[in-house]
């Protein structure tokens, strides 16, 4: 006498089921990689469905990816191919990422630039953690960011996050440069009205220039630091910056500190300033009225 189909599948499952406890015995670590590959996948899962799409903003520096790591700055032709307006896309056409922004600046007397972009990104925002993630990586302060655009590929460190458009805060200040025992080809290849423009506005202006000789002098273990045969000069450089003011710190550059008696990373088409100390930082109406 046969039983019924429903007693025939409940002996079917447990059969089944008595099968698979079996397996998982003496199969354990298949068993568990099985386990952690699921539980992997659940979670993902969980979070796709869970997390909201929305666009946030941030800074980034072009870079390695790893703020901690000693890596060379970009070259020129990095530099060239990075554009305002660039677009990522993701498979399905959507816009992943947009360059809003492109500041560059060069790195002291190399032929590398610090290059940093305001980017508008896609990301999937945890309401409950109230993290960001932006193709499948967390975003935060410090985390690496990486970036496919169709004529560039590139990583970079974010440096702010917002979930508005940022607002560039940023004023004009008067600072005074000065090299001593400079030669004097330095002070001719000083041109006044140079500037330096970042991609987005005029960050650099000399608005003047001066000098006079530089005495030989004489260090406490005899070190001649002005030869007879070589005349030297002091260069003074008055110059126009625009500065953001962070904390109570003037910051040039997104994040060159700017400070009497620091010196000062800055190239014009004409010369690149070397070995120049900030003198006087003020305000231009204290100067140019």
């Known amino acids: 006498m046969s039983l019924p189909k429903e007693h025939q599948f409940n002996h079917m499952y447990r059969r089944f089921f008595k099968k698979l406890i079996r397996f998982a015995r ?33 800074k980034v520096k072009v870079s390695q990816g790893l703020w901690w790591a000693s890596t060379n700055k970009p070259n020129i032709w990095l530099a060239n191919a990075i554009k305002k307006g660039d677009t990522e896309l993701s498979l399905g056409g959507k816009p992943l990422a947009e360059i809003l922004s492109v500041r560059v600046y060069p790195w002291s007397l190399s032929d590398q630039y610090d290059i940093f972009l305001n980017v508008k990104l896609l990301v999937d925002k945890s309401s409950s953690r109230g993290t960001y993630t932006y193709k499948r990586s967390q975003l935060a302060v410090g985390s690496p960011v990486d970036f496919e655009f169709q004529n560039s590929q590139y990583s970079g460190t974010v440096l702010a996050l917002s979930e508005n458009p940022f607002e560039e805060k940023k004023s004009k200040k008067i600072i005074t440069l000065y090299k001593a025992f400079a030669v004097p080809w330095e002070y001719e290849a000083i041109v006044v009205s140079d500037e330096y423009h970042d991609r987005e506005e005029v960050v650099f202006k000399i608005l003047d220039k001066k000098y006079i000789p530089s005495y030989s002098m004489y260090s406490s273990y005899g070190n001649n630091y002005a030869v007879e045969s070589e005349p030297k000069i002091t260069i003074t450089v008055i110059a126009e910056v625009l500065v953001s003011e962070i904390d109570g710190m003037i910051v040039f550059g997104e994040e060159q500190i700017l400070k009497q008696g620091s010196t000062m990373r800055i190239t014009t088409p004409h010369y690149a300033f070397s070995n120049y100390y900030i003198e006087k930082i003020e305000e231009p109406e204290d100067v140019l009225n």
């Open 26 to 58: 003496d199969n354990y670590i298949i068993s568990l990689f099985i386990a952690i590959v699921a539980f992997t996948l659940f979670v993902a899962a969980f979070k796709y469905v869970t997390a909201e799409k929305t666009y946030s903003y941030a």
